[in-house]
């Protein structure tokens, strides 16, 4: 009797102090591998940044509606009146006078999603170099491996998140909308979309011992889940087909409470719907992976 208990806390699923205990240790231990290397930081913000700065500012529709494009040759449409026609045209399709703001957060998801695939990788390269295999020699809770991971994805990709923030409000995001609440509501959704994606990555790289096809799977995943969201334009302007993946991708419903929060977009589904819905699929994914750890991660 005693030595079946004995097995059962070995094995990671009873042992509660030793779990936290563990998350601790292992968490910490990838976050040291992160912010001792600010390099890697950097380079993981170029590409948001780049789709801020280039694409946001060059794909300026404020102009396109508001500016002399907008002219018909001939009539001589005052300026103003051209100017309140623009901003009509941005309202009803963006909910929004700036596009930029409106791509802004956009973005914010966008790091989140593409920093939760690194939570995965880790774990490869923790094969890879046999740490995970003398690690599963150890009572260390399995679930705490997989949870730290998780973790360890949402926290940096939280961090680039708000970094991704500042620079979006220096580059023109409007802040009529921004407040404290508003931030810890938006960051509120980005913590649960990164950690139900961190837990997806996490549970494909469970078995995994071959870091390229770990990335072909991220980035296979990653960018339809990007382009396939309201990240760029509104649901509503998409094709049927793809308005129905939209309507069901978890990205889509950050972003939307994130616009609803900090620039004030009313949109038909109520934000606390969109955080059942992402409480959900964080939950789900990551109970999937605590269990399948029991199963796979065997010492």
């Known amino acids: 009797m005693e030595k079946a208990k004995k097995d059962r806390l070995t094995d990671g699923k009873l042992s509660t102090p030793r779990f936290f205990r563990s998350l601790w240790s292992?968490?910490?231990?990838?976050?040291?591998?992160?912010?001792?290397?600010?390099v890697i930081l950097?380079?993981?913000?170029?590409?948001?940044?780049?789709?801020?700065?280039?694409?946001?500012?060059a794909f300026n529709f404020g102009n396109l509606f508001t500016g002399s494009a907008f002219n018909i040759p001939g009539?001589?449409?005052?300026?103003?009146?051209?100017?309140?026609?623009?901003?009509?045209?941005?309202?009803?399709?963006?909910?929004?006078?700036?596009?930029f703001s409106f791509l802004a957060v956009g973005m914010l998801a966008f790091i989140v999603l593409f920093t939760a695939m690194m939570s995965?990788?880790?774990?490869?390269?923790?094969?890879?170099?046999?740490?995970?295999?003398?690690?599963?020699?150890?009572?260390?809770?399995?679930?705490?491996?997989?949870?730290g991971k998780i973790l360890n994805g949402v926290i940096r990709s939280l961090v680039q998140a708000i970094i991704v923030l500042v620079i979006a409000v220096l580059l023109g995001m409007s802040l009529t909308h921004v407040s404290a609440t508003s931030i810890l509501?938006?960051?509120?959704?980005?913590?649960?979309?990164?950690?139900?994606?961190?837990?997806?990555?996490?549970?494909?790289?469970?078995?995994?011992?071959?870091?390229?096809?770990?990335m072909a799977i991220a980035n296979l995943l990653n960018l339809p889940l990007l382009f396939m969201s309201n990240a760029f334009f509104p649901v509503s302007a998409m094709p049927s087909?793809?308005?129905?993946?939209?309507n069901i991708n978890p990205v889509s419903f950050t972003i939307e409470i994130g616009r609803q929060a900090l620039l004030g977009i009313q949109y038909t589904t109520p934000m606390l719907y969109n955080f059942l819905y992402l409480g959900i699929?964080?939950?789900?994914?990551?109970?999937?992976?605590?269990?399948?750890?029991?199963?796979?991660l065997k010492g």
Do not use: E, H
């Open 241 to 246: 087909w793809l308005q129905a993946v939209a």
């Open 75 to 99: 009539l001589n449409i005052p300026q103003s009146v051209l100017n309140s026609l623009g901003n009509t045209v941005l309202m009803n399709t963006f909910g929004t006078t700036s596009y």
């Open 26 to 38: 292992l968490t910490n231990r990838d976050l040291k591998k992160w912010y001792a290397a600010p």
């Open 42 to 57: 950097l380079i993981s913000l170029i590409q948001p940044v780049v789709w801020l700065g280039l694409f946001g500012k």
């Open 120 to 147: 995965g990788m880790s774990i490869v390269w923790d094969r890879r170099l046999g740490f995970l295999d003398k690690l599963l020699t150890t009572p260390v809770p399995r679930g705490s491996i997989v949870i």
């Open 281 to 296: 699929f964080a939950a789900v994914l990551g109970a999937i992976s605590i269990v399948m750890s029991w199963k796979v």
């Open 185 to 214: 509501i938006t960051f509120g959704a980005l913590f649960l979309l990164g950690f139900g994606m961190s837990s997806l990555f996490v549970l494909l790289a469970l078995k995994s011992k071959d870091w390229q096809t770990q």
